[in-house]
């Protein structure tokens, strides 16, 4: 940040609440100066610079934090956020999504095993309640940080045999190859979460803070094949879509 206040970045008194005024410059500067990841100055290095008491800078900071344009690190100070990347809703791997983006992508298998599903799962699978399906685990990193955890479920009678798969690299390739299943159809819901220890822990964040989650249950030929959920976090993604008019059709069943 720039080390003196110009006239266009200075706090005055008038009808505009100064910690206002103070966020506004906080941001134009992080906005203009600052790469993600940057430290700013102290709470009271900026109260100095900009003559206000540090009420007013932690309240400025507080809101900056909110909209996600700053983060808080227990002990190391506060700095410029890393920009979320943008998830869009379409049918791809995240190996093929972040080659696309230009990372790498790197897949740890935490779990592997034939295991009886929820009743939803397998009647999303089209399976009988007592029967067994493939549970998947894998945590999903990005140029070594980690982004996602999936805990998926996969009809043994379409891909027998899938722990023989290698599970660290694309699975959707490998259904390709060697099962000839191109998965052309899905159905996604999307909500917000807190994340509980256990996902906090794989992701490297606190419990509580933000995740992105998406349930898709996905089809080859119309037929049911994964029904995977898939904690985002909160900090690295927004969800990106394309709206229009068209009325969707009334759905029933699997898709």
Known sequence: MAQTATTADRVVDGPTPKHAQLREILRRSIERELPPGSPIPSERELAERYRVSRLTVRS????????????????????????????????????????????????????????????????????????????LVRRRRADGIPLAVERGWYHPGRVPGLPDLDLTSSLYEQLAQRYDLRLDHARQTVWSEAADRETARLLGIRAGDPLLVFRRVSSASRVPVEDMTSWYRGDRYEVSMQLDRTVPAEHGGNP
């Open 60 to 135: 400025a900071i507080g809101k900056l934090v909110e909209e996600g344009l700053l983060t808080r690190a227990r002990g190391k100070g506060t700095f410029t956020a890393t920009r979320r990347m943008e998830l869009q809703l379409y049918l791809m791997s995240f190996t093929d999504d972040m080659r696309r983006r230009g990372l790498t992508p790197a897949t740890e298998l935490l779990h592997c095993a034939l295991e009886t599903p929820p009743a939803e799962t397998a009647g999303a699978l089209g399976m009988g309640v007592r029967e067994q399906a493939y549970r």
